[in-house]
């Protein structure tokens, strides 16, 4: 039996999956998919439980808090460049050689933002956050580029902002929910093993 033709949308639709399946199947999109979400997570922690968790505990206000926060802008700019250089240096697995310690430095000093106790403790932790993040995305970008085919980047660039996007919509939520049921250290420290999966 022949099969009915789709409407407009769902021809559009089906035409985007079928477009989209390939890089949904390739183990690297997966994985650079999952990473394209960690910092949106980090973030949506950052400005909730680690916000909150200052605050209370640490009493900083606001002039601390934007301190603390500036501290991954500079660190991340100043170490920026090398890490660019290394992205763009070594070609294929070694750019999973960056990515990966880079990975496990953000997730241990995030970890260790929850047991933190001092203001000096919490801004080595977040200026260890910029950083890795300085070596991290370079390397991602970089990675993106040289495993997805020329005429499927833009795909995977989008389908990573999607996911990314997702993550920041309903994370703040989430983060907040928890800080409120579990309390802000639990919280940060559920997002470290999230960003360690």
Known sequence: AEQPELSGWRRHLAAWRADMRPILQDPNQQALIALACVFPLRFSCFTTAVALFASDVMGA????????????????????????????????????????PAGALA??????????????????????????SAFVQPAVGAF???????????QAFSLQRQAADAVALGGPILMGLLADTVGCRATITATAVAMAA
């Open 107 to 132: 997730c241990a000093a995030f970890a260790s933002l929850a047991l933190a106790t001092s203001g000096q403790h919490l801004f080595v932790s977040m200026a260890l956050q910029g950083l890795s």
């Open 144 to 154: 993106t580029a040289e495993a997805t085919p020329a005429d499927r980047r833009g």
């Open 61 to 100: 206000g606001p002039r601390e808090l934007g301190l603390m926060f500036s501290i991954i802008a500079l660190s991340q700019g100043l170490a920026m460049p090398l890490g660019s250089i290394l992205a763009d240096r070594f070609q294929g697995g070694p750019k999973k050689a960056i990515i990966a």
